[in-house]
């Protein structure tokens, strides 16, 4: 349902990130906005201190702002507790920033509504973020290199082609949620699935070549590990593209099938790259015997 008095819904979803939730309800509290915003957080059952972090803000909110603070009985999953968070967004438009990512430019929602406002095409706002390694031995880095893009406006086949946005770069249009498949709730990437189903049906997604957002990612989280295993994060790709293609139209079915083909035809070889398999055969060890 869609709320009149919300012109932006935030969307969080959070689980065991009481080191971080801080940090992210922050930088949506210091936005400097001329309109009311709807903080949707869904807290996934954590074990931590992450709630009592989250209710210390509910009173302590701009005039213009509203904490909406739900905590779930049992654990969901990352994906239904997305899908879930997402259908309680009652703004016209909706903004993603997951529990330990957080916003660092504080014009970041002005800039990107007025995007959207004026351009009735784009279907989605993104922007560049900085790569923040928790835990890691990495050099922080930007998720896309500055100036990399010549252009501001990516179609299906763009997105289709590579993953290049940070989820807590995105804000889109309400409509988007209302008509979520069902075989969502069973993806990986959510993020890259929104995505491809905005950009499928309802317009283009532009990219603002500003770095707004930090985008964390730590050695423990579920998206560094299935990143690494590059079979498995084809894998999950493919059965987004299978799901995906009942829902587009004919050419779009064609660019489908063709990506497709190149991940399985990447799959086959990676199986028979030795070093590759090595690799996550270590990263797999170390993790099991948390080396």
């Not at 936005?31 to 709807?38: C, D, Y």
């Not at 059952?45 to 905590?71: A, L, M, Q, V, W």
């Not at 967004?89 to 330990?100: F, T, V």
């Not at 922080?140 to 290049?164: G, H, Q, R, V, Y």
Request: charged letters at 25%; hydrophobic letters at 35%; a positive charge.
């Amino acid at each position: 349902m869609l709320n009149p008095e919300y012109k932006v819904s935030v969307c969080i979803i959070t689980y065991n990130q009481a080191d971080y939730i801080e940090e992210t309800i922050k930088g949506i509290l210091s936005q400097k906005v001329s309109f009311n915003v709807e903080i949707i957080i869904a807290e996934d059952c954590s074990p931590d201190n992450t709630g009592n972090i989250i209710e210390h803000y509910i009173s302590n909110c701009p005039d213009n702002f509203n904490i909406k603070y739900f905590r779930h009985d049992k654990n969901l999953g990352p994906i239904r507790n997305l899908d879930w968070a997402l259908k309680k967004c009652e703004g016209e438009y909706i903004a993603w920033c997951e529990g330990d990512d957080f916003w660092t430019d504080n014009l970041k929602l002005n800039k990107q509504i007025e995007i959207l406002d004026h351009n009735p095409s784009v279907a989605m706002s993104t922007h560049n973020a900085l790569v923040k390694y928790e835990y890691l031995k990495k050099q922080d880095e930007f998720f896309n290199t500055p100036k990399s893009f010549e252009k501001s406006i990516f179609a299906f086949d763009d997105i289709l082609d590579k993953w290049f946005i940070p989820s807590a770069s995105m804000v889109f249009r309400k409509k988007l949620v209302t008509q979520i498949p069902d075989w969502y709730k069973t993806v990986y990437n959510g993020d890259w699935t929104l995505q491809l189903l905005a950009s499928s049906k309802y317009g283009d997604i532009h990219y603002l070549d500003e770095v707004m957002c930090v985008y964390r990612r730590n050695e423990k989280s579920l998206s560094y590990n299935v990143g690494f295993d590059l079979i498995k994060m084809n894998k999950n790709k493919i059965y987004i593209l299978n799901n995906l293609i009942k829902e587009v139209n004919f050419a779009q079915k064609v660019a489908i099938l063709k990506k497709i083909n190149t991940l399985e035809g990447n799959n086959q070889k990676l199986k028979f790259n030795l070093k590759y398999l090595i690799k996550v055969l270590l990263k797999y060890y170390r993790l099991k015997f948390n080396l």
